[in-house]
């Protein structure tokens, strides 16, 4: 499987990242371990969790569990190293981790701990913030978004104490990167301006939703990724499943992610059905398996380091490792370029 930089970090991480956050919700132990197994055995090398998960739905007692499950994995097979292990801090709003608290310079060290016990490993290899303490325009916010609120003084000051205490963390030895998540372009420019000016590490990454039906970053991330070393990790290539085609026609299969959530976090709308159908036709035009057509668009994107996906059962992981082999042609990257420009921003 290809392998790409983690910005300037020096590690390489595989063009697809396994995601764990249905590991301890939908997905049982035994079965997100064969998960991890098969992915190994495959070439992934990459996997990405986070201190909230599992998720479909989020719930006090299970918060934190996805990482102690990986950490199971890493005491029965004693392969550390066979991993680059990714995990996010939680921030302002998850109420169910430290009580809703901002993201600050001494909730750092208490989440790094947590995350490191769970996942019983010495150090994280990429550490990410979830979500920006300011606020964010993902998970379909970015229909209302107002940033005209913000305090510029007030954010810069946080993004330097907070780059502070993740130097201390770097020297410690208990993480070796700094990723964003759900970020802005203008929020990680001034991440990697605070960076430089007052020290603290680089980001090396940023992990927004994107995939065939939410291309936002082409606009403006891409171009920032691109000349910035900043590696790109699409989450939700599939578009939370959408693009399987199983919800076609209203449908909701027992056991999938919209049987717990039913409008799949906003995605459902009128219009997205037609949008999923329009890629299904160009998969067949071509001769693809939509699924695999879908996970390799997103992660050979020129400004993408890896795409994070995750399945709820091994048939699914087994399915969607067929994209490693998917052939992208010109003929086909323009074919989907006209569905975005027909269906653009279906949710």
Not at 75 to 81: K, S, T, Y
Not at 178 to 203: C, H, I, K, M, Y
Not at 244 to 263: C, F, W
Request: net charge negative.
């Amino acid at each position: 499987m290809r392998r790409n930089p983690l910005g300037r970090t020096g590690i390489e991480v595989s063009e697809f990242c396994l995601g764990t956050m249905t590991f301890g919700s939908q997905t049982p132990e035994d079965e997100a371990h064969a998960q991890m197994d098969r992915a190994l055995e495959a070439g992934i090398n990459f996997l990405d969790c986070a201190e909230m998960y599992p998720v479909n739905p989020v719930r006090a007692e299970t918060v934190g569990l996805s990482e102690e499950i990986v950490g199971t994995w890493v005491a029965r097979a004693g392969r550390r190293d066979a991993w680059v292990v990714a995990t996010k801090h939680s921030g302002e709003g998850m109420r169910h981790v430290r009580g809703g608290a901002p993201i600050t310079p001494d909730t750092i060290p208490v989440a790094v701990e947590g995350s490191l016990r769970r996942l019983k490993i010495d150090c994280i290899d990429l550490y990410q913030f979830h979500w920006p303490n300011r606020g964010s325009y993902h998970f379909r916010k970015n229909w209302r978004y107002d940033p005209s609120g913000q305090d510029r003084v007030e954010t810069l000051a946080h993004m330097e104490d907070t780059l502070g205490a993740l130097a201390r963390e770097v020297e410690r030895g208990t993480i070796r990167a700094f990723g964003l998540s759900n970020e802005t372009a203008w929020g990680t420019a001034q991440w990697l301006r605070v960076a430089e000016a007052a020290g603290g590490p680089r980001a090396a990454s940023i992990q927004n939703e994107y995939s065939l039906l939410a291309r936002m970053a082409d606009t403006d991330l891409a171009e920032l990724c691109v000349n910035e070393d900043v590696g790109f990790l699409p989450f939700s290539p599939l578009a939370a499943g959408l693009l399987t085609g199983k919800y076609q026609g209203g449908a909701i299969p027992p056991g999938s992610r919209r049987s717990h959530v039913e409008n799949l976090g906003g995605r459902i709308t009128p219009r997205v059905f037609g949008a999923v159908a329009a890629c299904h036709e160009v998969a067949g035009r071509f001769g693809l398996d939509p699924v695999q057509m879908a996970l390799a668009w997103a992660a050979r994107r020129p400004f993408v380091a890896s795409a994070i996906f995750g399945a709820t059962r091994l048939a699914q992981l087994e399915h969607a490792l067929g994209a490693a082999e998917v052939v992208l042609s010109d003929e086909l990257l323009a074919a989907l370029d006209e569905v975005h420009r027909a269906h653009p921003m279906p949710y």
